[in-house]
């Protein structure tokens, strides 16, 4: 009578259990977790179609518990603890806080009084960079102006809108441009 690969696993994992129980233990560094990890493979291999010949049943079954494993461990990675879910609840809280939400309406009638106080031109080419995300090249095309005109025209705006706001607004203008601080 010949015996089919998955009855040759699944006798191998009863038969070496204690070895290989062990042998995870130490490379899991728990032997409950070896103990869970083995339970897992047992049922995997109970469901699996016939896996073919297998010429080390041994090195199989450990490769399918450290696969096992790596699965749980990329698992807990993604679950959040509790700390971190009430670290998020906390911050959606303050988020609706009605202080930072009359602040923030505040730095935005701030930020368009200074828009608004900048020439027309450096205007529609910082709202160009910054709001609509256009590209130096293009803004300069445009205007029919060099790149290096329109990175002054920004520099010029982010400074007034930084001195008008007294915050640091150093982001990048457009796309891959990016502007170091000078705080």
């Given at each position: 009578m010949r015996v089919s690969g998955q009855a040759l696993l699944l006798q191998t994992l009863l038969d070496?259990?204690?070895p290989l129980r062990s042998r995870l233990a130490r490379r899991l560094g728990s032997p409950d977790a070896a103990d869970d990890v083995l339970q897992e493979a047992y049922l995997?291999?109970?469901?699996?179609e016939e896996p073919g010949?297998?010429?080390?049943?041994?090195?199989?079954?450990f490769r399918i518990a450290l696969n096992i494993a790596a699965d749980?461990?990329?698992?807990?990675?993604?679950?959040?603890?509790?700390?971190?879910?009430?670290?998020l609840l906390?911050?959606?809280?303050?988020?609706?806080?009605?202080?930072?939400?009359a602040a923030g309406?505040?730095?935005?009638?701030?930020?368009?009084?200074?828009?608004?106080?900048?020439?027309?031109?450096r205007r529609t080419i910082f709202l160009a960079a910054r709001t609509e995300g256009r590209a130096i090249s293009d803004i300069a095309a445009q205007f029919?102006?060099?790149?290096?005109?329109?990175e002054r025209e920004l520099k010029q705006a982010l400074d007034h809108c930084r001195e008008h706001l007294e915050?640091?607004?150093?982001?990048?203008?457009?796309?891959?441009?990016?502007?170091?601080?000078?705080?």
């Open positions: 070496d259990y204690g995997r291999l109970g469901r699996i010949a297998i010429q080390h049943p041994r090195s199989y079954l749980r461990r990329r698992s807990e990675a993604r679950r959040l603890d509790r700390s971190e879910v009430e670290l906390k911050l959606e809280h303050d988020e609706l806080d009605p202080e930072r939400v309406r505040s730095s935005m009638r701030q930020l368009v009084q200074a828009l608004e106080q900048l020439p027309d031109r029919g102006i060099s790149t290096r005109m329109v915050i640091n607004l150093s982001h990048k203008f457009g796309p891959g441009h990016p502007v170091a601080s000078k705080d």
